[in-house]
């Protein structure tokens, strides 16, 4: 039976996957000092978090020596809201000697291990993109480059009905599509082009400004060695599913591609052979995928000798993604506010827009137009909001605003508001940081589903504004201290003590909710995938505890559970990793 994260016995499993080191342990709460599993780097900030005590000192110990390397003083006790722990901080970024160390305080059990390296993200960059090959609808998965985790191949999706909800003259209800590749969204076997937006402008937003990290990566995929990147490669694997979900009649964009109802959780993807269905369109789908198409025809742009030709018009595939964006926004025009309504006899995934006014994707993809175009007729659609948000899949005017404020050809007026809108909103987040007893740019607030994505949009936002607001000259600044610390946060520095990242870490979750990793029979998940996290929602407690799984807490940041049965805090989705793999990449760009 599975435990409680919190009962479970410590369990080392080790496997060196595909050239990637892959470690799974089980979590376990006697480490009450919590930190980065991944280690620090040489210069960098070094923070463990350590549970209040009568100590005032702290010792960072050289584990293979025994020897005290530093000593300091922990700071004074504060109480985090988000999890209730009163805990104080352990600042030691005067060790700088690669190593092997851990923590010492009196009355607390010694600390896990820690590395002080400048190497430590390579591995998990690679893991956190080969997610996705993991993921690929319609693929065979291979020995040779997933070892245990190979499979047959799964939904081709060469046979596709159009739904009631998605009947048009030109398609009526049954007529047959092909629409294959893709990646799977999340736990579940079905694909969603609403997701799929935020997710490919984000690995796309990575290789365009972090491309040291992540164009010469080798990931082990059959596409490796070609005249392409393998993370382009990746990313073209959804991009050209995406392109098959627009009708080429009028431009608009099919909603999701799905079963009627989700499948079971114990059957592997390729035995499934229930119907598939392209549902709806929406203008909130077909608004993003203009956003991102425009994104990815500016960057694909320099690989179109290695791409398709249009054979009917002779345009390149980075003028084939533009024709596209400029398609869906004409769609758009015409049709401004459809959002997705679920049918009847469909009970899948919906990533709704209901009561949103979508004034947010309007101005995502009036951004990402002018910007590929230069056409300020996009401009007449742009209305700078006064209180941009964290970006998610269905709040994406941040995204818009920083495109908008880093564009040379931006008005100035548009480009200064931008600019003062993404100021405030990231100073605001570096004020919580500033007084957070975790030193975390986390509010209780931060907990909703998916909370550790939500965390790492943030971290990537801190980022690319830091870049727009020219902050160059001061390498340590609080923008880059904090989205460092969040990236300490999903490996460690949590109320968990755990790493969310499954293989990565010494503490990691064994147990997400993602089909394929529940239906193998292998022990150790798929590696590579973030978990959702905590959120205190916990809609799934009460089937969760018939299964033997009980959360831990009600509070905010310990609401998670490393169980199967947990989709609402050990789910994986493509958009959770997207943020994951611009900052492991921003990291490995920055200690490199």
Not at 538 to 551: F, L, T
């Amino acid at each position: 039976m599975i435990k409680l994260v919190a009962q479970i016995c410590p369990l080392i499993v080790t496997a060196i996957l595909l050239n990637i080191g892959i470690s799974h342990a089980a979590p376990n709460k006697n480490y009450a000092i919590q930190f980065n599993q991944l280690g620090f780097g040489v210069n960098g900030t070094k923070t463990a978090v350590v549970p209040e005590t009568d100590a005032d000192n702290f010792s960072v110990i050289e584990r293979h020596t025994g020897k005290t390397v530093f000593q300091g003083k922990l700071s004074e006790a504060k109480t985090w809201e988000a999890s209730g722990d009163n805990v104080m901080l352990a600042h030691f970024d005067e060790v700088t000697k690669q190593g092997e160390y851990f923590i010492k305080v009196d009355s607390i059990p010694q600390s896990l291990p820690f590395t002080i390296s400048d190497e430590r993200y390579n591995k998990p960059l690679a893991a956190a993109i080969k997610a996705y090959f993991y993921n690929r609808s319609g693929a065979v998965i291979q020995k040779e480059f997933a070892g245990q985790y190979a499979r047959p191949a799964t939904h081709p999706d060469t046979i596709v009905y159009v739904h009631e909800s998605a009947a048009s003259k030109a398609r009526p209800v049954g007529t047959v599509i092909s629409s294959p590749k893709g990646w799977y969204d999340a736990g579940d076997y079905n694909k969603y082009i609403v997701n799929s937006n935020i997710t490919v402008y984000t690995l796309l937003a990575a290789v365009s400004e972090q491309s040291n990290a992540v164009i010469n990566l080798n990931l082990n995929i059959p596409e490796s060695g070609n005249a392409l990147p393998d993370i382009i490669d990746e990313v073209m694997w959804n991009i050209d599913w995406m392109l098959a979900m627009q009708d080429p009649n009028d431009g608009g964009l099919y909603h999701k591609l799905t079963t009627k109802r989700f499948t079971g959780d114990t059957e592997m993807p390729h035995k499934m052979d229930q119907p598939r269905y392209l549902v709806a369109k929406s203008t909130a789908a077909s608004l993003g995928f203009a956003a991102t198409m425009a994104k990815a025809s500016q960057i694909l742009a320099q690989y179109d000798q290695h791409l398709s030709i249009n054979p009917t018009n002779g345009h390149s595939y980075s003028q084939q993604l533009l024709m596209a964006a400029k398609q869906a926004w004409q769609w758009s025009l015409k049709n401004p506010a459809i959002h997705y309504q679920q049918p009847s006899d469909i009970h899948t995934g919906t990533y709704a827009t209901a009561g949103d006014d979508l004034k947010d994707e309007w101005l995502w993809a009036a951004a990402e137009l002018f910007a590929a175009t230069g056409d300020s007729e996009y401009l007449s659609k742009v209305k700078i909001p006064k209180k941009p948000r964290n970006p998610e899949w269905d709040k994406v005017e941040t995204l818009a605003l920083i495109t908008l404020a880093s564009h040379t050809d931006t008005p100035n007026t548009i480009a200064k508001e931008a600019k003062k809108q993404l100021t405030e909103l990231t100073e605001r987040w570096i004020e919580v940081g500033q007084n957070s007893a975790y030193g975390l740019a986390i509010s209780p607030n931060d907990f909703v589903w998916g909370s550790n994505s939500n965390m790492l949009n943030k971290a990537v936002t801190l980022l690319r504004v830091n870049q727009i607001i020219n902050n160059k000259d001061k390498p340590n600044s609080l923008y880059e201290e904090h989205a460092i610390a969040i990236v300490d946060y999903i490996f460690g520095r949590n109320p968990m003590g755990i790493s969310y990242v499954t293989g990565i870490g010494q503490q990691t979750p064994m147990h997400i909710h993602h089909r394929a990793s529940m239906a193998d029979g292998i022990k150790a998940p798929i590696p590579g995938f973030l978990a959702g996290g905590p959120q205190p929602g916990q809609q799934d407690a009460k089937d969760c505890k018939k299964q033997g799984g009980i959360y831990p807490s009600k509070q905010a940041a310990k609401s998670y559970l490393d169980h199967d049965c947990s989709y609402a805090s050990n789910e994986i989705a493509i958009n959770w990793n997207a943020p994951l793999v611009y900052m492991l990449a921003a990291l490995v760009n920055q200690e490199n």
